[in-house]
Every structure is written in structure tokens, then in C-alpha cells.
């Protein structure tokens, strides 16, 4: 199987009034090429801060993390935003989609801050019929339920065609239906679009639906399968 991103003794270490404090220790994963991997631990495990260092949100303090084959610790600020410009979606936990827009023009706007070389109306439609809201494109965040806003999210990160998408607790503020059908659509996007999806979570009700799982400890790989 091939592995679009690898780490390599990935460390992190955040310097506070109380001292330092290591958020990662020596992390080695491997995320495999279009397949859902999943990050899970309690709050405070690390995950959060390994997504942010995986999507070059941030930088480890030691290691690596190849991306196909890359060191995106290395890159300069201006290399590493084109790299989440073109190559890299992400949803949150909070779904900050603009509420006087509506659901397609949201995803729109997107294709024009990345932009999208391609046509952005037909795009934009594309990808919230591929979340299944076809039907509910015209509507504002305000019209939508609580899924059905972070679908929109998910439409808006995938639209320009990144290659992976980090997705941080994206099914926290949602019921366990609401939560599951996220989770769904991940496996499609792998399925029908080929997007390498990365997702943390606490929730052990959707650890069966990953390819991959990593469970992480105060910092470090506990476990995977």
C-alpha cells in the first residue's frame, strides 16, 4: 500500500511559564495513499497537534514528515501555504462557514480564494451533490441542521481537489446518526474521488469505518491497526 505522508520520530515541544511541554514524542505512522485513517485519544493525547503538524499547520520541533517523499518541516511559510492551498483541505470541529452566504456560495467563495483553474459554479454543485445536500445548495447555514452545515464544510474543503483532508473532531457537535453519515461520506470521497482522508476523534463508535487507526497516548503511538 502506498503512503502518502510518513512521519519519522516527529516531536513537538511547546515552551509554557510552567516549563516545556512535549505534545508529541517520537511519533512514527504511515498514512496510507486514498484511505481513511483515523487518529483517536482523549483530549490532551496529541492528535490535534499532529494533524496540525501533518497538515503543515505547523512544525514539529524535531523529525520528519515526508509528504510523498518531502520534508514539509522544511519548507519556508510561503512554500507551506501553497501546499494547503492546492494540495490539502480541512474541516473543523467549528464549521465557520460565512452565514450570509449560502451553502453553495460558501463553497464557491472557497473555489475562488484556492484559485480553482476550473469551472467554479459546476465544481461547487458537484461537490454538495457529492455530500448529498443537491437540494439544500441555496440555503443559509442558519436554514441548515447541525450535519448538514458541517457537510457543507466538508463540500467547501474538498472543492478545489486537494489530494488529502485533515478533518479535526468533525463529528463532536453532532448526534451519533449525524456523526456516522460524516464519517460515511469520508469513506466515499476515498472511494469515488481518491481523497486521502485524516480524522481525529474520541468517539469509538466510528473506529470500525477507518482503513488505518492510530490510538495515541500523552504524545505517543499507543497502538495501531
Not at 469551472?119 to 442558519?142: I, T, Y
Request: aromatic share 6%.
Amino acid at each position: 500500500m502506498q503512503n502518502i505522508i510518513q512521519t519519522k520520530n516527529v516531536t513537538r515541544c511547546f515552551k509554557t511559564s510552567g516549563g516545556e511541554l512535549w505534545a508529541l514524542k517520537g511519533v512514527d505512522i504511515d498514512i496510507p495513499k486514498g484511505k481513511l485513517t483515523i487518529l483517536k485519544g482523549r483530549s490532551g493525547s496529541g492528535k490535534t497537534t499532529l494533524l496540525n503538524v501533518l497538515g503543515a499547520l505547523d512544525r514539529p520541533t524535531d523529525g520528519q514528515v515526508l509528504y510523498e517523499g518531502e520534508d514539509i518541516g522544511k519548507f519556508d511559510e510561503k512554500k507551506a501555504s501553497s501546499l494547503r492551498r492546492t494540495q490539502i483541505g480541512f474541516v473543523f470541529q467549528s464549521v465557520a462557514l460565512i452565514p450570509m452566504m449560502s451553502a453553495f456560495e460558501n463553497v464557491e467563495y472557497a473555489l475562488r480564494l484556492s484559485r480553482y483553474p476550473g469551472d467554479r459554479e459546476q465544481r461547487a454543485m458537484e461537490c454538495l451533490k457529492l455530500v448529498g445536500l443537491s437540494q439544500r445548495m441555496n440555503h443559509l447555514p442558519s436554514e441548515l441542521s447541525g450535519g448538514e452545515q458541517q457537510r457543507v464544510a466538508i463540500a467547501r474543503a474538498i472543492a478545489h481537489k486537494p489530494q488529502i483532508l485533515f478533518a479535526d473532531e468533525p463529528t463532536a457537535e453532532l448526534d451519533t446518526v449525524m456523526g456516522l453519515q460524516v464519517v460515511k461520506i469520508f469513506k466515499e470521497l476515498t472511494e469515488k474521488e481518491g481523497v486521502t482522508v485524516v480524522m481525529t476523534t474520541h468517539d469509538v463508535g466510528l473506529m470500525e469505518l477507518g482503513d488505518k487507526v492510530y490510538a495515541l497516548e500523552d504524545g505517543e503511538v499507543a497502538s495501531d491497526a
